[in-house]
């Protein structure tokens, strides 16, 4: 059944009719380009430091540890107290962090220790914030509008990976003298001070939010409470399959470490020609959240997540061998397109195939895969380009990407038989499947 569009928006468009989500993403498109030009920096102030691969797989290690370490009980407060308040204490913390790497970048220090630990204070902040943000998009918009949320969602962040990279990379060579002789920040320094600009604007956007979730676990806390994420996520072969699928890929097929060595040693292009590198996956990324917007995927969703997959880590492939920047930034764009899809088919899953008042344990689970992938991902980066180089790291990694695809659709088929994107269906799926186990 296809349902009209709200009054006032037009089809494809209709998780913006939400007061709440429209402001939610306007907090959030200013957090993750202020966050994606931090990111930057801290790649390019520490190999400027050191000139070690290894030392650029450390940055991932010291965000990834906090999410492993306070896994449950981050789970466990995004159910137990409200979702927003959680979010909003959170970034309250990464305000305290970006100063601090402010006032680090003016004494141009050269302790990547301290860097260190500052990236494992944003990593914990990030650690419970993740789950209660992802349980809080369901609250925004009606379920009839969750799976096109998803989308514009994934749409928000690409394009604020489009630019914050970019004008990461931009800030660094900021040419101002006068600003730097009276500020006494230059390269990282200035792009740490916009980065703290983009999180006072998340913050008070998120403070007007009309959504008030509440308390969604009303059990006194236990041992049994806090791991029932595990346990669901566990029996659910559809979520297990998914959330190890973007573990896997993720881990053996991510350049994104890398990326400092590919412009600098490979490419030879500076800090603006980094910032278009980590640019160029989001770029694909967003042309193809708003085609999916328009024209959303209907049916055989699990088929597509592995296609989608496959296609991911042959791109990968060829940008590991491209010795061309203009190749090199047409592979990403099309690794991007093709993660996109995955990521809304997952994050669709995620949301829909949980009950709401599991969906922060749950989130918690998906967060220490993601968080695995993306950032323990770019320690094993670093680790592999130290011993083989980084032009057979990533290649080889884009082959495991492969390999992967095809292990999980043999390991999950119930992954690959998933069908249309909706509670219905999903829970509908997870029921046959518990029958069948005789649970």
């Known amino acids: 059944m296809v349902h009209a569009s709200p009054k006032g928006f037009r089809r494809g468009m209709e998780a913006f009719a939400s007061r709440d989500f429209r402001r939610y993403q306007a907090a959030r498109i200013m957090a993750v380009l202020g966050a994606q030009a931090q990111s930057v920096a801290v790649a390019w102030q520490v190999y400027s430091i050191t000139h070690r691969a290894i030392d650029l797989g450390y940055t991932g290690l010291a965000l990834f540890l906090p999410g492993l370490i306070f896994l449950l009980p981050a789970g466990h407060a995004a159910d137990r107290f409200d979702r927003r308040h959680v979010i909003l ?51 925004l918009v009606p379920e009839k509008h969750f799976v096109n949320a998803v989308t514009w969602g994934g749409a928000v962040f690409q394009l604020a990976n489009i630019t914050g ?27 740490y001070l916009f980065t703290l600009g983009t999180l006072l604007w998340f913050l008070a956007l998120v403070g007007t939010l009309h959504v008030r979730p509440g308390r969604m676990e009303h059990r ?6 806090v791991l029932a ?70 049916r055989r969703a699990g088929r597509w997540l592995f296609v989608c997959v496959s296609i991911f880590g042959a791109a990968t ?33 995620l949301q829909l195939a949980t009950p709401p008042e599991m969906r922060g344990r749950v989130s918690a689970v998906n967060s220490l895969f993601i968080g695995a992938s993306n950032e323990l991902g ?62």
């Open 229 to 298: 994420g595990f346990r669901y996520v566990w029996r659910a072969s559809v979520l297990l399959g998914s959330f190890s699928l973007d573990l896997f890929v993720v881990l053996l097929g991510g350049a994104t470490a890398l990326m400092p060595i590919f412009a600098h040693d490979i490419l030879h292009q500076g800090p603006r020609g980094l910032g278009m590198l980590r640019a160029a996956p989001a770029v694909g990324a967003v042309m193809m959240s708003l085609a999916m917007a328009r024209f959303p995927l209907r």
């Open 89 to 139: 204490v959170c970034y309250s913390v990464q305000v305290f962090c970006t100063g601090a790497l402010v006032e680090l970048a003016r004494r141009d220090t050269r302790n990547i220790l301290a860097i260190y630990a500052v990236l494992f204070l944003i990593g914990t902040g990030r650690a419970f914030s993740g789950p209660a943000s992802s349980a809080l998009i369901p609250h």
């Open 378 to 439: 770019e320690f094993e980066s670093g680790l592999t380009a130290q011993w083989w180089g980084a032009v057979r790291a990533t290649v080889i990694g884009g082959v495991g990407a492969l390999a992967v695809a095809g292990l999980w659709t043999v390991f999950f088929p119930g992954l690959r038989k998933a069908d249309e994107l909706t509670a219905q269906s999903l829970r509908a799926q997870m029921l046959e499947e518990e029958e069948a186990q005789g649970l």
């Open 317 to 349: 492939m060829v940008f590991g061998f491209s010795r061309l920047l203009w190749l090199s930034l047409l592979s990403l764009a099309v690794a991007g397109a093709a993660d996109t899809i995955s990521v809304i088919i997952r994050g669709s899953i």
């Open 165 to 191: 990279p970019a004008l990461g990379g931009l800030l660094y060579t900021f040419p101002a003298e006068r600003f730097v002789r009276e500020s006494g920040l230059e390269g990282a320094g200035i792009v």
């Open 220 to 225: 006194e806390i236990s041992l049994e409470v």
